[in-house]
């Protein structure tokens, strides 16, 4: 018995002990000395001078510098990128292949059941059927595809020499093994990076507002111009020399139709600014260029830095794991940054199907055959889950009866520029090796979506920004509500013809920016509609080079790091004057003396912006409390009308408490607001301490895996928020800060909040944060030549094996 008892303990242990239990790893092989957790804290391969790999043709030399970026010198492109896959997977490959599941709703296959919902909405998204798309135009190219391939053969090679104990930590957390990188991966990447840019929309809750409070109001606080722009395309343009063709609006029904649910979005605020400054207004006679990317604050970072080089070219900057070539950064000869155009190339169509089985759907007058797609999630231990997405004319059907909707015969299906498959890839890859105007512009024409505005300087004195994608040409108003799907006259009309996307090229006022804001005035002869454009950082930039006639790259640093809150400065005075001061208690009598003598910049020791912060929080609820009450899916009205509404329509209904049976106006708001603010942040200083801005607002880079505390940095000692033009929140912000001064060779400087290495054991897994969060950046070693001995950490050559 002793015995029998003996064995069945140890088959317990043994069975607890390598198996994964919820969300706890099987700690067996977990911490297993030879192949679990202690493997992974190693050196970065500095120790390996020479390697034999399978699949080069020639010798490349690559030296990491002692930030661990890796500089590749190749005789030819396609081992170039073939090592670059080869690299980038030696210090990312987890976090490439987790991307690349979460595009394609694959993460129930990794954490079981609580990805199911997930899973299934990227998979009603389209974002499969969007990556199938873009790989059929990549094969299209055969240098295109010549080069994806020896990227993916690159990452499989690094992949076909692993042993389990090298497995990156997270394979050992969540149990399970990487697997073969294919095209298609890197396609759902490139999804994944359009969705987190383009997926905002929000013409469902614009028609249930216009349904609800009708078009006069719904024109008042959603229109799509503001009293104030200072758009990314100055008003100097003349379009007057194009030959425009425009749509009428056609007479028609829009949908009645009421929706209470919809998918998840990316962050409203995933944005970027970027500028450049003409020879004529830098100090050297060089353009100068800036570009920070506004995205979710994660470790591993967004962002590789590297530089690639072969004879032909040289090229460094940074990259997205999981795609080849340099995404933002410099040669020799150009220099490039983006920032989200924030376009409308996503539209949402009613469907009325003929059947229960949506086996066809009203289209003009007859009835046209759907597709369908049986969607496929397996669910770790879990029984495999099936999803069966009906595809029309204009894409997937994503809601339904059996998927946020509510009715058998009625769906809504998304008409994406991101489904009509694009060579995004090819773009980069002549970016990479452009020499001039001519050819940034050239290679721009390969871009599909998502919109991005495109800013470029050169050694040759010119500056440009074209807005580049691919534009529905849109009768007025199509596109902001939901659209009948069976009216012919309600489809896209054609696109804006490439050449008529907004462009300049070396402006009077001899510079140029973007941070989201609206592309264009309203001269442009095409529809653009305004889908909540930023208001404030692009001032705040615009109105800090018209300051003087020299910039430096101090003064490019200083603008990265503006803390200047143009938001507050433009309705906090009117706060202030409107409140009632003799109904305060000592308590909120001093914060309000505290805030009355804020400067307006959001610096880390000041107590001003953590007041208005926790005061704005509540008063923007409270305005839109109407909206909060409703059962429909509505969005909240732009900042910039909320404000103009508090300032010039102060009696405006929406100002009613609804739970009160006074009617309020905006000064009674300002005061029961201020009230409530000031209970959360004693309540917030007995939890936490000092509520100065750095203390409050808490910067933190999280690790993909919801933040594991592990993995992650917390309380940053940095400022900036939302709409300023350091625009760094509690966990998003700028993911990459560039400088570049395009002398010969260029001089650059760049930093990311994380490090080079995806492994949370090295050090140089988040080395950068530090310096990022200061506001410093790391100077970048462009290396003109191979031979180069200084700053070198350490040297690999890879050799072809025979």
Same mark, same amino acid.
């Given at each position: 018995?002793?015995?029998?008892?003996?064995?069945?303990?140890?088959?317990?242990?043994?069975?607890?002990?390598?198996?994964?239990?919820?969300?706890?790893?099987?700690?067996?092989?977990?911490?297993?000395?030879?192949?679990?957790?202690?493997?992974?804290?190693?050196? !970065?391969?500095?120790?390996?001078?020479?390697?034999?790999?399978?699949?080069?043709?020639?010798?490349?030399?690559?030296?990491?510098?002692?930030?661990?970026?890796?500089?590749?010198?190749?005789?030819? =492109?396609?081992?170039?990128?073939?090592?670059?896959?080869?690299?980038?997977?030696?210090?990312?490959?987890?976090?490439?292949?987790?991307? #690349?599941?979460?595009?394609?709703?694959?993460?129930? !296959?990794?954490?079981?059941?609580?990805?199911?919902?997930?899973?299934?909405?990227?998979?009603?998204?389209?974002?499969?059927?969007?990556?199938?798309?873009?790989?059929?135009?990549?094969?299209?190219?055969?240098?295109?595809?010549?080069?994806?391939?020896?990227?993916?053969?690159?990452?499989?090679?690094?992949?076909?020499?692993?042993?389990?104990?090298?497995?990156?930590?997270?394979?050992?957390?969540?149990?399970?093994?990487?697997?073969?990188?294919?095209?298609?991966?890197? $396609?759902?990447?490139?999804?994944?990076?359009?969705?987190?840019?383009?997926?905002?929309?929000?013409?469902?809750?614009?028609?249930?507002?216009?349904?609800?409070?009708?078009?006069?109001?719904?024109?008042?606080?959603?229109?799509?111009?503001?009293?104030?722009?200072?758009?990314?395309?100055?008003?100097?343009?003349?379009?007057?020399?194009?030959?425009?063709?425009?749509?009428?609006?056609?007479?028609?029904?829009?949908?009645?139709?009421?929706? #209470?649910?919809?998918?998840?979005?990316?962050?409203?605020?995933?944005?970027?600014?970027? &500028?450049?400054?003409?020879?004529?207004?830098?100090?050297?006679?060089?353009?100068?260029?800036?570009?920070?990317?506004?995205?979710?604050?994660?470790?591993?970072?967004?962002?590789?830095?590297?530089?690639?080089?072969?004879?032909?070219?040289?090229?460094?900057?940074?990259?997205?794991?999981?795609?080849?070539?340099?995404?933002?950064?410099?040669?020799?000869?150009?220099?490039?940054?983006?920032?989200?155009?924030?376009?409308?190339?996503?539209? &949402?169509?009613?469907?009325?199907?003929?059947?229960?089985?949506?086996?066809?759907?009203?289209?003009?007058?007859?009835?046209?055959?759907?597709?369908?797609?049986?969607?496929?999630?397996?669910?770790?231990?879990?029984?495999?889950?099936?999803?069966?997405?009906?595809?029309?004319?204009?894409?997937?059907?994503?809601?339904?009866?059996?998927?946020?909707?509510?009715?058998?015969?009625?769906?809504? $299906?998304?008409?994406?520029?991101?489904?009509?498959?694009?060579?995004?890839?090819?773009?980069?890859?002549?970016?990479?090796?452009?020499?001039?105007?001519?050819?940034?512009?050239?290679?721009?024409?390969?871009?599909?979506?998502?919109?991005?505005?495109?800013?470029?300087?050169?050694?040759?004195?010119?500056?440009?920004?074209?807005?580049?994608?691919?534009?529905?040409?849109?009768?007025?108003?199509?596109?902001?509500?939901?659209?009948?799907?069976?009216?012919?006259?309600?489809?896209?009309?054609?696109?804006?013809?490439?050449?008529?996307?907004?462009?300049?090229?070396?402006?009077?006022?001899?510079?140029?920016?973007?941070?989201?804001?609206?592309?264009?005035?309203?001269?442009?002869?095409?529809?653009?509609?305004?889908?909540?454009?930023?208001?404030?950082?692009?001032?705040?930039?615009?109105?800090?080079?018209?300051?003087?006639?020299?910039?430096? /790259?101090?003064?490019?640093?200083?603008?990265?790091?503006?803390?200047?809150?143009?938001?507050?400065?433009?309705?906090?005075?009117?706060?202030?004057?409107?409140?009632?001061?003799?109904?305060?208690?000592? !308590?909120?009598?001093?914060?309000?003396?505290?805030?009355?003598?804020?400067?307006?910049?959001? =610096?880390?020791?000041?107590?001003?912006?953590?007041?208005?912060?926790?005061?704005?929080?509540?008063?923007?609820?409270?305005?839109?409390?109407?909206?909060?009450?409703?059962?429909?899916?509505?969005?909240?009205?732009?900042?910039?009308?909320?404000?103009?509404?508090?300032?010039?329509?102060?009696?405006?209904?929406?100002?009613?408490?609804?739970?009160?049976?006074?009617?309020?106006?905006?000064?009674?708001?300002?005061?029961?607001?201020?009230?409530?603010?000031?209970?959360?942040?004693?309540?917030?200083? /007995?939890?936490?301490?000092?509520?100065?801005?750095?203390?409050?607002?808490?910067?933190?880079?999280?690790?993909?895996?919801?933040?594991?505390? $592990?993995?992650?940095?917390?309380?940053?000692?940095?400022?900036?928020?939302?709409?300023?033009?350091?625009?760094?929140?509690?966990?998003?912000?700028?993911?990459?800060?560039?400088?570049?001064?395009?002398?010969?060779?260029?001089?650059?400087?760049?930093?990311?909040?994380?490090?080079?290495?995806?492994?949370?054991?090295?050090?140089?897994?988040?080395?950068?944060?530090?310096?990022?969060?200061?506001?410093?950046?790391?100077?970048?070693?462009?290396?003109?030549?191979?031979?180069?001995? !200084?700053?070198?950490?350490?040297?690999?050559?890879?050799?072809?094996?025979?």
């Amino acid at each position: 018995m002793k015995f029998l008892l003996s064995l069945l303990l140890t088959a317990i242990v043994f069975y607890g002990l390598n198996s994964k239990l919820g969300s706890i790893p099987p700690l067996g092989k977990f911490l297993d000395p030879i192949h679990g957790i202690w493997q992974n804290d190693k050196t !970065e391969g500095q120790n390996v001078e020479a390697l034999a790999i399978t699949g080069l043709k020639e010798e490349i030399t690559v030296h990491y510098d002692k930030h661990l970026i890796p500089h590749i010198f190749a005789q030819n =492109d396609a081992d170039l990128y073939f090592a670059q896959g080869y690299i980038t997977a030696k210090h990312r490959l987890w976090q490439m292949e987790f991307q #690349t599941h979460a595009a394609a709703g694959r993460i129930s !296959e990794l954490i079981g059941e609580a990805a199911i919902e997930f899973d299934r909405g990227q998979r009603r998204k389209g974002m499969v059927f969007g990556a199938e798309n873009s790989l059929k135009k990549m094969r299209e190219n055969p240098e295109t595809l010549q080069f994806v391939e020896a990227y993916r053969d690159g990452i499989n090679q690094y992949i076909d020499q692993l042993t389990v104990e090298d497995y990156p930590v997270e394979y050992k957390l969540l149990d399970y093994s990487p697997e073969p990188w294919t095209l298609k991966k890197t $396609a759902l990447l490139l999804m994944y990076m359009t969705d987190m840019l383009a997926g905002g929309d929000s013409d469902l809750e614009y028609s249930n507002f216009l349904n609800k409070y009708g078009k006069e109001r719904l024109d008042l606080l959603y229109p799509d111009f503001f009293d104030t722009i200072d758009p990314v395309i100055p008003k100097e343009r003349d379009w007057s020399e194009w030959d425009v063709v425009a749509h009428d609006v056609p007479i028609s029904e829009l949908p009645k139709d009421t929706i #209470t649910d919809i998918l998840e979005k990316p962050d409203p605020d995933n944005g970027s600014n970027n &500028w450049v400054v003409a020879p004529e207004k830098s100090y050297s006679g060089n353009p100068i260029l800036a570009n920070d990317p506004h995205l979710g604050l994660k470790l591993p970072s967004i962002w590789f830095a590297l530089q690639l080089a072969t004879p032909e070219k040289n090229t460094f900057g940074v990259s997205l794991p999981g795609a080849l070539g340099i995404i933002i950064g410099f040669n020799n000869d150009i220099s490039w940054g983006l920032t989200n155009a924030t376009r409308d190339v996503r539209d &949402w169509y009613k469907i009325e199907f003929t059947d229960d089985q949506r086996t066809a759907y009203r289209y003009d007058g007859e009835s046209r055959n759907a597709t369908k797609r049986i969607e496929e999630i397996k669910v770790r231990n879990g029984k495999t889950v099936y999803d069966t997405v009906v595809y029309t004319h204009h894409g997937p059907v994503s809601y339904d009866a059996s998927f946020k909707g509510n009715d058998q015969k009625i769906g809504y $299906a998304m008409k994406w520029t991101g489904h009509l498959g694009g060579n995004n890839q090819r773009t980069f890859l002549e970016l990479n090796k452009a020499k001039n105007y001519d050819e940034y512009a050239k290679a721009l024409k390969y871009h599909v979506a998502p919109a991005q505005n495109f800013i470029f300087s050169s050694t040759e004195g010119d500056i440009a920004l074209w807005i580049q994608g691919t534009f529905p040409n849109k009768w007025e108003g199509q596109g902001k509500f939901l659209m009948d799907g069976s009216n012919p006259n309600h489809e896209w009309k054609g696109f804006i013809p490439q050449e008529h996307n907004a462009h300049i090229k070396n402006p009077e006022q001899a510079f140029l920016s973007s941070a989201n804001q609206h592309p264009v005035d309203e001269s442009y002869p095409y529809y653009v509609f305004n889908d909540g454009y930023e208001t404030y950082r692009n001032r705040v930039i615009n109105d800090f080079f018209r300051s003087k006639e020299k910039f430096n /790259i101090q003064d490019f640093k200083d603008l990265h790091n503006n803390n200047y809150n143009l938001m507050a400065a433009e309705l906090l005075p009117n706060m202030l004057q409107q409140m009632d001061v003799s109904a305060l208690d000592s !308590e909120e009598k001093e914060l309000f003396d505290q805030v009355k003598t804020w400067d307006y910049f959001n =610096d880390i020791e000041k107590i001003g912006p953590s007041i208005w912060e926790a005061w704005w929080s509540e008063l923007a609820p409270l305005t839109w409390d109407e909206l909060e009450a409703e059962e429909l899916v509505l969005d909240y009205p732009f900042k910039y009308q909320t404000i103009y509404l508090l300032k010039n329509n102060p009696d405006d209904e929406f100002m009613d408490v609804v739970a009160t049976p006074e009617k309020e106006t905006a000064k009674d708001l300002f005061l029961i607001s201020f009230k409530e603010a000031v209970k959360n942040l004693k309540a917030w200083k /007995i939890e936490n301490g000092d509520y100065n801005w750095g203390e409050y607002k808490a910067t933190y880079v999280g690790h993909l895996l919801q933040a594991l505390p $592990a993995f992650s940095r917390f309380n940053l000692p940095i400022g900036g928020n939302g709409s300023i033009v350091n625009a760094t929140k509690k966990d998003h912000g700028p993911s990459w800060r560039m400088i570049v001064e395009m002398s010969s060779p260029p001089k650059a400087l760049g930093v990311y909040p994380g490090g080079q290495s995806g492994n949370p054991g090295s050090k140089y897994y988040d080395n950068f944060i530090d310096i990022w969060a200061a506001g410093d950046y790391l100077e970048l070693d462009f290396m003109q030549d191979k031979n180069q001995t !200084e700053n070198i950490l350490f040297s690999q050559t890879l050799n072809p094996k025979p």
